[in-house]
Antibody, heavy 118, light 108 residues
Framework: QVQLVESGGGLVKAGGSLRLSCAAS????????MSWIRQAPGKGLEWVSY????????YYADSVKGRFTISRDNAKNSLYLQMNSLRVEDTAVYYC???????????WGQGTTVTISS | QSALTQPASVSGSPGQSITVSCTGT?????????VSWYQQHPGNAPKLIIY???KRPSGVSNRFSGSKSGNAASLTISGLQAEDEADYYC????????FGTGTKVTVL
């Protein structure tokens, strides 16, 4: 079945870095746009970034632009999020998600938790 | 990229209809017919329930419907059921994407 599995979350000090990964299975990964979406504890959803099927173009939320980098490896059916210069406010559950045309997200992973300490 | 505005909470009795509003600007909600809605139960990932303003994915109950007028979109849940108690988020898509602030729907 269609599945997205995130990994790489953890506890990091402010200013540090983390790399999240998302393993996709059950569908032709290279055909789809993919997104990262996060949710801070007790808060709402916040779109972080998305990448087109070919890897270009790429879009970021203003809150992460210049600090986060999204990438994909279609040969490995994997999506990544390199997060640098992390801030306390980046603490959240990070979801990997599959996008369909029109910007709708039809498949979500279970999420990976990122905690940034001060 | 300011979050779209939703009421913090909406409640209704079983069998009633409720509407959740989502207000944006002419740059997001008002520009395109690309508004979607997600339902999220506690501890779970969100689930797509409406896309392109008013379309329902396969398998989603027809008790859920969406509409848009100007810079505001709406989600209506008719025949409210206990299982509809959840958080609901609107989302507008252009080159970037912006979510709403979220609405907690309570079934009394």
């Amino acid at each position: 079945q269609v599945q997205l599995v995130e990994s790489g979350g953890g506890l990091v000090k402010a200013g540090g870095s983390l790399r999240l990964s998302c393993a996709a299975s059950g569908f032709t990964f290279s055909d789809y746009y993919m997104s990262w979406i996060r949710q801070a504890p007790g808060k709402g959803l916040e779109w972080v970034s998305y990448i087109t099927a070919s890897g270009d173009p790429i879009y970021y939320a203003d809150s992460v632009k210049g600090r986060f980098t999204i990438s994909r490896d279609n040969a490995k059916n994997s999506l990544y999020l390199q997060m640098n210069s992390l801030r306390v406010e980046d603490t959240a559950v990070y979801y990997c998600a599959r996008d369909l045309e029109g910007g709708r997200t039809d498949v979500w992973g279970q999420g990976t938790t990122v905690t940034i300490s001060s | 990229q300011s979050a779209l505005t939703q009421p913090a909470s909406v409640s209704g009795s079983p069998g009633q209809s409720i509407t959740v509003s989502c207000t944006g600007t002419s740059s997001d909600v008002g520009s395109y017919k690309l508004v979607s809605w997600y339902q999220q139960h506690p501890g779970n990932a969100p689930k797509l329930i409406i896309y392109e303003v008013s379309k329902r994915p396969s398998g989603v109950s027809n008790r859920f419907s969406g509409s848009k007028s100007g810079n505001a979109a709406s989600l209506t849940i008719s025949g409210l059921q206990a299982e509809d108690e959840a958080d609901y988020y609107c989302c507008s898509y252009a080159d970037t994407r912006v979510f709403g602030t979220g609405t907690k729907v309570t079934v009394l």
